[in-house]
């Protein structure tokens, strides 16, 4: 079992930025794929950013450039370093891990990009 917890969000103006955590608890961190989605209100939840077990990285095309996943071991803790928001960034932020069938959400956090 694992345990997820997502801080960081916020209320930021356009062009701003933000740092996601999502610390980890209750297994070995370094089995899992993990990521970030977010869900926009009236929109399905989407992939936002993506890392392996082996260190490589995806994003979605509307984020490229913008955001940056890493991830601490140590830490147990996986980041997502937002710049340049817009507001069409607003959503719930989600991190995800996974492994095989078993994948564990957080319970989400609020970014909400306005002037």
């Known amino acids: 079992q694992v345990q997820l917890v997502e801080s960081g969000g916020g209320l930021v103006q356009p062009g701003g930025s933000l740092r996601l955590s999502c610390a980890a608890s209750?297994?070995?961190?370094?089995?899992?794929?993990m990521g970030w989605y977010r869900q926009a209100p009236g929109k399905q939840r989407e992939l936002v950013a993506a890392?392996?077990?082996?260190?490589?990285?995806n994003y979605a095309d509307s984020v490229k450039g913008r955001f940056t996943l890493s991830r601490d071991t140590a830490k147990n803790t996986m980041y997502l370093q937002m710049n340049s928001l817009k507001p069409e960034d607003t959503a719930v932020y989600y991190c995800?891990?996974?492994?095989?069938?078993?994948?564990?959400w957080g319970q989400g956090t609020q970014v909400t990009v306005s002037s």
């Open positions: 995800k891990f996974w492994f095989g069938l078993l994948s564990y």
């Open positions: 209750g297994s070995d961190f370094s089995i899992y794929s």
């Open positions: 890392i392996t077990t082996g260190g490589s990285t």
